[in-house]
């Protein structure tokens, strides 16, 4: 069933039922001779690769007590996987995996599942869901199902269509050579249309953003700068300008700094992923689990450990372009040092800035101690069981 053009032999919805039924039939009537190491090594990509089997395992991991073949799970794994047939049938992807040799693409498809970690990313995409989507206290199926929606629509978008309008100087005019261009990989926080003339809503931008596939570049006026988060798979802020005063410079950094965004799971998992290779068996969880090995582990007297901060070799970074002698340089300088103050009165500096700004204090007669009664703490305090 395969195509030059990727899955698209799949399109027809009569040839996909011919599929599934030539599939039964396989399954049910023929006889199988000896399995040679051509279908060993297919079966193995297939355990390993394939969105379907991958999404049914990261699906269970958070609903336990659902059996394997609960029609409810099979289900919502099913929905999953064919939110990745959309994913994968997008001329990008297919000119990304296919390769010079005439191998067919589905194989393909597998093998980059296997080699680029599928599971694993579907492992930490559906931990971040549950929260992100407040199904930690429904039931397992509602669960899964709420899980497996949102998986479907951040896979289901579609690239933008973006004007462009390129400037040229023709002899001794000035000419504006228009033409069109795929948004994919980056998009604008807005609403916009689609190749195909369909129309996106900016919700639907800003939850592909938050996840695991592209877009992987999110432009924003400041409409982005307060109330929208962007932290599960971004930890680098780009401020094309400056705001005018420290807050907005926190407000808007605060967007990728939030509960369990990326950089704190990176480090969650370049300092605890010993604890699940340690176990003997596979907890339901991963991530649970090693969130709550580093809860257990830290000596802090409040919950922002781990959840908010956790140490490592990942923090937050903010880019900032500027020109040489621009005025944005010594505005810069003001806004970080006027940020420290302000982070530091709330009890929760920039390390980096807050040794800076202390280093700047010496030789006067201003003592560590008195800055730091001077904090207002606002963490809760860890209840003790």
């Not at 289901?156 to 100087?169: F, G, H, L």
Request: some cysteine; overall charge negative.
């Amino acid at each position: 069933m395969d195509s030059p053009n990727g899955l698209a032999a799949l399109g027809n919805e009569e040839g996909f039922k011919e599929h599934v039924a030539e599939l039964r039939d396989v399954a049910t009537d023929r006889q199988f001779g000896p399995i040679n190491e051509s279908l060993i090594d297919l079966l193995v990509d297939v355990a390993l690769g394939s969105p379907a089997v991958c999404a049914l395992r990261s699906l269970r991991r958070v609903a336990s007590d659902l059996s394997w073949d609960d029609p409810r799970l099979l289900s919502a794994a099913s929905k999953i996987a064919w939110g990745f047939r959309t994913l994968f049938n997008q001329h990008d992807a297919v000119a990304l995996l296919r390769s010079d040799d005439d191998e067919r693409y589905w194989r393909l498809v597998l093998a980059y599942g296997v080699r680029h970690n599928l599971q694993a990313v579907l492992d930490e995409y559906v931990h971040y869901l549950v929260d992100a989507e407040g199904l930690g206290a429904r039931s397992s199926a509602e669960r899964v199902e709420g899980v497996s929606d949102a998986i479907a629509r951040a896979l289901a978008i579609r690239p933008s269509q973006i004007d462009v309008e390129a400037p040229a100087v023709v002899g001794k005019k000035l000419v504006i050579n228009r033409f069109q261009m795929r948004g994919r990989f980056a998009m604008r926080l807005d609403d916009y249309k689609d190749e195909e003339g369909g129309a996106a809503r900016m919700g639907s931008v800003r939850d592909t953003f938050n996840s695991p596939f592209r877009p992987f570049v999110l432009a924003t006026t400041s409409v982005g700068q307060e109330g929208l988060d962007f932290h599960p798979y971004c930890y680098r802020i780009y401020h094309w300008n400056l705001p005018g005063n420290p807050v907005d410079l926190e407000q808007r950094e605060g967007r990728v700094h939030r509960f369990k965004g990326h950089a704190i799971r990176l480090n969650l998992a370049y300092r605890q992923s010993d604890v699940i290779r340690d176990q003997s068996v596979y907890p339901d969880d991963p991530w649970r689990a090693m969130f709550d090995a580093a809860s257990t582990e830290t000596e802090a007297d409040s919950d922002l450990v781990p959840y908010w901060i956790y140490e490592g070799p990942v923090r937050v970074e903010r880019r900032v372009p500027m020109l040489p002698f621009s005025r944005e340089i010594r505005r810069l300088e003001w806004l970080k040092h006027s940020l420290t103050v302000y982070r530091l009165a709330f009890g929760q500096p920039r390390q980096q800035d807050l040794l800076e700004y202390l280093q700047s204090l010496l030789g006067t007669d201003t003592a560590i101690e008195d800055l730091a009664e001077l904090q207002i703490r606002l963490e809760p305090q860890v209840q003790l069981r």
